[in-house]
């Protein structure tokens, strides 16, 4: 009798789900929330895997497929119902298991970063009939044509062409078809990152306050880049400097992908660190320390600062030195 009302509650949530997700997915279409949205699309989905069993995450999953199939185009409609199956059966497992938060965090980035490899080197060319190559030229020619639009508006406000140009014409160069083809393997490996990163913080939340079991989230004042990780880097840079200079390959992609993936690792560190210290050591509030890292974050020579920091803290660690000193009071 007990299971019988187990599973009628059981059947009760997995069709409130099956709801919910529906709205969910219903509202992704829309552009304007389509950011957020997407945060949440997996949650349905990962609180029925993680409370019952996996056949009524099955079930959740094929309704999800039938709604994103009958509410949007074809590409859109296959990449979102990845994402659900996908990224909600990695967090349902890991979550279901005890699996330690850094290492889903891990998983989910790279299915990301591999999704989107999928998505410009194999879906668009299906579904839209072009490739990698022209989907880069078809974006710079879109910021091309906005550049000289904003020209045009400056020329007709009575700016001189010498001082739009000074201001502009290096635009053009930042959104050419070849600087977009060397940015984007680090802005697919960086919004990948943070992606998960917010994705694991989100569903962790979410359980908890449905009163489930959960690991522990990734504290951000722990963030800690290992050296070992920093003398890759290096190795990596210095490939695309050597690959580059002889016009071997993708040297310039490298370089780039390197440098802006390992300036963003250590800004995040560097800015861990000094949210550490500030929280533990000068115990100011949450609302004045997110002023005081935004404030500090929009002048360039203090977020450069952030990232030596970040460098330094690699081989120092100064919240492991602080602790052991700490101990050693004792």
Not at 37 to 64: E, H, M, S, T
Not at 85 to 110: D, E, H, P, Q, R
Not at 245 to 253: A, L, R, T
Not at 287 to 306: D, E, R, S
Request: aromatic content about 12%; proline content about 3%; some cysteine.
């Amino acid at each position: 009798m007990q299971e019988k009302n187990f599973n009628k509650k059981g059947l009760i949530e997995m069709g409130s789900s099956v709801v919910i997700l529906s709205i969910l997915i219903y509202l992704s279409t829309s552009v304007p929330l389509n950011l957020i949205i997407n945060f949440v699309l997996p949650l349905p989905a990962v609180y029925v895997y993680v409370k019952y069993d996996f056949k009524y995450f099955g079930a959740l999953l094929l309704a999800a497929f039938i709604v994103c199939m009958a509410s949007m185009d074809m590409t859109s409609a296959i990449s979102i119902f990845i994402i659900i199956a996908v990224i909600s059966t990695i967090l349902g497992y890991c979550i279901k298991n005890k699996v330690k938060t850094s290492i889903t965090f891990a998983i989910i980035s790279v299915v990301y970063i591999v999704f989107w490899i999928i998505y410009f080197t194999v879906l668009i060319n299906i579904f839209i009939g072009i490739d990698y190559s022209t989907l880069l030229e078809s974006i710079s020619k879109m910021f091309q044509h906005t550049i000289d639009d904003v020209k045009t508006i400056y020329l007709n406000n009575g700016m001189s062409q010498s001082q739009i140009n000074s201001v502009i014409d290096p635009l053009k160069d930042v959104f050419s078809k070849e600087a977009l083809r060397n940015l984007i393997p680090s802005l697919i490996i960086v919004g990948s990152a943070v992606y998960a990163y917010i994705e694991c913080a989100i569903t962790i939340y979410f359980l908890r306050r449905m009163k489930l079991q959960v690991p522990k989230m990734i504290q951000f004042t722990k963030i800690h880049m290992p050296n070992v990780l920093v003398a890759f880097g290096i190795i990596g840079i210095s490939i695309g400097i050597i690959m580059d200079s002889f016009n071997i390959g993708p040297g310039d992609i490298i370089y780039t992908t390197v440098m802006i993936v390992g300036d963003g690792a250590l800004l995040i560190c560097g800015i861990s660190l000094i949210v550490s210290v500030l929280k533990n050591r000068v115990h100011i509030n949450n609302a004045l320390m997110t002023i005081i890292i935004i404030l500090t974050l929009i002048i360039p020579i203090t977020a450069y600062g952030y990232i030596f920091l970040g460098l330094v803290d690699a081989f120092v660690d100064f919240r492991k030195v602080a602790y052991n000193n700490s101990i050693n009071k004792k």
